[in-house]
């Protein structure tokens, strides 16, 4: 796995600092660009890294798989009611089809969909962002992981759109909370930092049937676990979604500091980052990093 890992990760330098880093939250566009790394975790417990795997990063949309396992293990089938299952083909802060779909977001990881489960999570916990920060550290096994107060609040400054996407939902009776309470909630949830070890342990519950080796706990039930993955699959980097199943065929998730986690079923977490971003948000090295690696060990769930 060692020469794997470095066979890749030589490849793919070449394009790290391609594409952009995400400036529409100032305080991600001051991040070095020149960062990579990569880290995998196995059901056995074994973790190979390379690169920058232990530099901390801005979770943002990882986040978002987090607060669903969270809403799920809680509500159950019945939050299907307030979010949909189904790909949005639209980019993920978009509010079109938000209006003419009456409110109801089309999944919980564009930013619509990730708002309302925050709304389900503020009804539930008493504070909600320490209730995500202590699920993380105890997925990870890191007690040490942060939230970044800088990131968190240039992103409530800067929550137009979001806020936007929230009251429209709480216009359409899809709401039960303050929205400003939730955005805060939902923002510093995005700003949490972690490295590409924390996340890869933290998902291994993803790779290993809803079972959390790390500290013995079944997180979801396997069906859950299963149903995570699909909605990954799907919808998981947003419009690019079709794209990254068609090329790397697994599970995965995005964020716009860089990092992408991926799942291999029953074998392996995994999480690759790379700060500068693609068009529609991913992160440029990171895709490339994953599809490389697929194609190399034959991973994929089709
Ligand atoms: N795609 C992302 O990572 C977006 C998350 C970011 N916090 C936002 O709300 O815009």
Same mark, same amino acid.
């Given at each position: 796995?060692?020469?794997?890992?470095?066979?890749?990760?030589?490849?793919? *330098?070449? *394009?790290?600092?391609?594409?952009?880093?995400?400036?529409?939250?100032?305080?991600?566009?001051? #991040?070095?660009?020149?960062?990579?790394?990569?880290?995998?975790?196995?059901?056995?417990?074994?973790?190979?890294?390379?690169?920058?795997?232990?530099?901390?990063?801005?979770?943002?949309?990882?986040?978002?798989?987090?607060?669903?396992? +969270?809403?799920?293990?809680?509500?159950?089938?019945?939050?299907?009611?307030?979010?949909?299952?189904?790909?949005? /083909?639209?980019?993920?802060?978009?509010?079109?089809?938000?209006?003419?779909?009456?409110?109801?977001?089309? @999944?919980?990881?564009?930013?619509?969909?990730?708002?309302?489960?925050?709304?389900?999570?503020?009804?539930?916990?008493?504070?909600?962002?320490?209730?995500?920060?202590?699920?993380?550290?105890?997925?990870?096994?890191?007690? @040490?992981?942060?939230?970044?107060?800088? #990131?968190?609040?240039?992103?409530?400054?800067?929550?137009?759109? &979001?806020? =936007?996407?929230?009251?429209?939902?709480?216009?359409?009776? &899809?709401?039960?909370?303050?929205?400003?309470?939730?955005?805060?909630?939902?923002?510093? &949830?995005?700003?949490?930092?972690?490295?590409?070890?924390? *996340?890869?342990?933290?998902?291994?519950?993803? =790779?290993?049937? /809803?079972?959390?080796?790390?500290?013995?706990?079944?997180?979801?039930?396997?069906?859950?676990?299963?149903?995570?993955?699909? *909605?990954?699959?799907?919808?998981?980097?947003?419009?690019?979604? /079709?794209?990254?199943?068609?090329?790397? /065929?697994?599970?995965?998730?995005?964020?716009?500091?860089?990092?992408?986690? =991926?799942?291999?079923? @029953?074998?392996?977490?995994?999480?690759?980052?790379?700060?500068? +971003?693609?068009?529609?948000?991913?992160?440029?090295?990171?895709?490339?990093?994953?599809?490389?690696?697929?194609?190399?060990?034959?991973?994929?769930?089709?």
């Amino acid at each position: 796995m060692n020469s794997i890992l470095k066979r890749i990760y030589e490849k793919v *330098l070449p *394009l790290v600092g391609e594409g952009n880093v995400a400036d529409y939250i100032p305080a991600l566009a001051s #991040v070095n660009p020149n960062q990579f790394g990569i880290a995998i975790y196995s059901n056995k417990g074994e973790c190979y890294t390379i690169g920058d795997a232990k530099t901390p990063f801005s979770i943002q949309s990882i986040s978002k798989v987090f607060s669903l396992t +969270l809403a799920m293990k809680h509500y159950g089938e019945g939050m299907w009611k307030r979010v949909g299952r189904e790909p949005s /083909g639209l980019p993920f802060n978009s509010l079109v089809q938000l209006e003419y779909e009456g409110g109801v977001p089309r @999944n919980p990881f564009i930013n619509a969909g990730a708002i309302v489960v925050s709304d389900m999570n503020q009804t539930r916990f008493a504070t909600p962002h320490y209730a995500m920060r202590e699920f993380v550290r105890r997925l990870s096994g890191n007690p @040490n992981i942060k939230t970044d107060k800088v #990131v968190a609040d240039s992103e409530y400054e800067h929550r137009s759109r &979001n806020a =936007a996407m929230a009251y429209l939902m709480k216009s359409f009776d &899809n709401f039960d909370n303050d929205v400003e309470d939730v955005l805060h909630n939902y923002f510093s &949830n995005c700003a949490l930092r972690m490295n590409c070890v924390d *996340l890869a342990k933290a998902f291994g519950f993803l =790779a290993n049937k /809803g079972y959390c080796m790390i500290n013995n706990e079944q997180v979801v039930s396997e069906q859950q676990a299963r149903q995570i993955n699909a *909605l990954m699959a799907t919808s998981g980097l947003y419009d690019e979604a /079709g794209t990254f199943a068609y090329m790397v /065929g697994l599970p995965g998730k995005s964020g716009v500091g860089g990092g992408i986690v =991926a799942i291999v079923p @029953n074998q392996f977490s995994i999480c690759v980052w790379s700060p500068c +971003l693609n068009k529609v948000g991913n992160s440029l090295a990171g895709v490339a990093a994953l599809e490389a690696l697929s194609s190399e060990i034959g991973w994929s769930v089709f």
